[in-house]
């Protein structure tokens, strides 16, 4: 089968073995180049494994999924209480990161990944629910209520999931994006533009400029959710954030709340919503492609937003 590989900077299809052994057999219908993925890219990181962390496919049987990349042991006490995002030995474990990922015709993964999919939403869009699962638990770390007025700094694939499911909570939401393309698209989904203060700012650009615009659109008492990747440190101004009283809260991943995982939330708001995927999704290139696909995710001026490889 075929795969995407990292080596030097550069991206790799290869020939490989079909992997083989135990866990459920997905063939992969869509997998998102996400952020993470060129940074890890442009790191020039010795990743060993295939990447791909948004992966959605169908197993032998026909039955279309999404695959929850995280693999937490399942018995440390964050794993028992349900927050196996936290737990100690998952990260590094994760698909595309730790062990091999779903850029490649068909990934083995155990069965605790499988997220099955509401029956309107189409698995050639289902790997935008990773993205989303990231919105959703945020969104819930921040105590999100409806009736609230949230403003969203950032108009990405997580900014826009962020516009969209803080809409779907009713809260007012508005959106400072840095492309018009990403700014029309809020628009749609029914994001006005950034206007007096907010109880809740959410970063989604991982950038200093945007920390400190967030810091001084959140009202007094108000909250900042980071959900951006500042890989070099948050930039906070401090001194603001004391004056102001905020709340600064932080996010990893995606866990489950009681029985619901963030996961089957993310399903159920792209399902609701045809209109995002169609949206976010700007481009799709077939496996053998990926070179160019990580090309165009690379040059946001070029109005990709989420770039999908579609073995
Ligand atoms: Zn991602
Ligand atoms: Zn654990």
Redesign the pocket.
Known sequence: MRAVFFRDGEVEVREIEEPAGEGVRVRVRSTGICGSDLHMLEMKSPLGCVVGHEVAGVLDDGTPVVVEPSM?????P??RSGD?NL????AGQSLGVGRDGGMADVVRVPPGCLVHLPSNLNVRDACLVEPMAVVVHGLQRAGLEGGQRVAVIGGGAIGLCAVAAARASSATVGLSARYDHQAALGRSLGAGGIEGLYDLVVDCAGTEKAVITAVKLCRPRGKLLVLGTHWSGLPLPQVLVMMKEITVVSSFMYASNGAVRDFDVAAMLLSRQPALARGLITHRFPLAQAQQAFAVARDRKAGAIKVVLEP
């Open positions: 937490p042991c399942g018995e440390c964050s794993c196996y737990c100690p030995a998952g």
